[in-house]
T-cell receptor, first 117, second 110 residues
Framework: QITLRESGRTLVKPTETVTLTCTFS??????????VGWIRQPPGKALEWLAL???????FYSPSLKSRLTITKDTSKNQVVLILTNMGPVDTATYYC?????????WGQGTLITVSS | QSALTQPASVSGSPGQSITISCTGS?????????VSWYQQHPGRAPKLIIF???NRPSGVSNRFSGSKSGNTASLTISWLQAEDESDYYC??????????FGGGTKLTVL
């Protein structure tokens, strides 16, 4: 059974940096043709793709957020970490991690990150 | 990259068929066969229902089908059921090692 779970601070102040961790089970990021990505969804709004990391270490970022994002993996811990710097109110959203390469077939439940002073 | 364009809402009666369009550009949908569709019920995570334009994951009803023509992809739901009432999102690879989602479509079953 494949599961993913997001964790991290749920309330951050403007200009702060947030670190989100995706802990997964049922698959390995050391297996060929496997990736884990991050997608977010502001309240009442659409999904937005953020970043993706492949089994081979290749990393891909949303062009509009590339300067603020860092994605890393720890294969031994079955974790993928997303760092988003300089948080602002527009970054308030539910952040999901999901398994996939060209599509996302398993998703975590999501974690709501609120940016407020 | 710009989000893919979907109608804000569609509706249909039980037993009918509906189609949701997803319009992109020459840099995404028209060039790559990496279009996927997701169903999202309120308060829940998205669920993959179509991948690579017209493939269904195991366990997804065959009432869901996908297609593509030019820069527009489509999701068709046949024999509409009350449980299909949900938000639907399309997604496509954009070629520059990035992905893009559509703005989402709210399906109402009358």
């Amino acid at each position: 059974q494949i599961t993913l779970r997001e964790s991290g601070r749920t309330l951050v102040k403007p200009t702060e940096t947030v670190t989100l961790t995706c802990t997964f089970s049922g698959f390995s990021l050391s297996t060929s043709e496997v990736g884990v990505g991050w997608i977010r969804q502001p309240p009442g709004k659409a999904l937005e793709w953020l970043a993706l990391i492949y089994w081979d270490g290749n990393k891909f970022y949303s062009p509009s957020l590339k300067s603020r994002l860092t994605i890393t993996k720890d294969t031994s811990k079955n974790q993928v970490v997303l760092i988003l710097t300089n948080m602002g109110p527009v970054d308030t959203a539910t952040y999901y991690c999901a398994r996939g390469l060209r599509h996302f077939d398993h998703w975590g439940q999501g974690t709501l990150i609120t940016v407020s002073s | 990259q710009s989000a893919l364009t979907q109608p804000a809402s569609v509706s249909g009666s039980p037993g009918q068929s509906i189609t949701i369009s997803c319009t992109g550009s020459t840099s995404d949908i028209s060039t790559y066969n990496y279009v996927s569709w997701y169903q999202q019920h309120p308060g829940r995570a998205p669920k993959l229902i179509i991948f690579d334009v017209n493939n269904r994951p195991s366990g997804v009803s065959n009432r869901f089908s996908g297609s593509k023509s030019g820069n527009t992809a489509s999701l068709t739901i046949s024999w509409l059921q009350a449980e299909d009432e949900s938000d639907y999102y399309c997604s496509s690879y954009t070629g520059s090692n990035s992905w893009v989602f559509g703005g989402g479509t709210k399906l109402t079953v009358l």
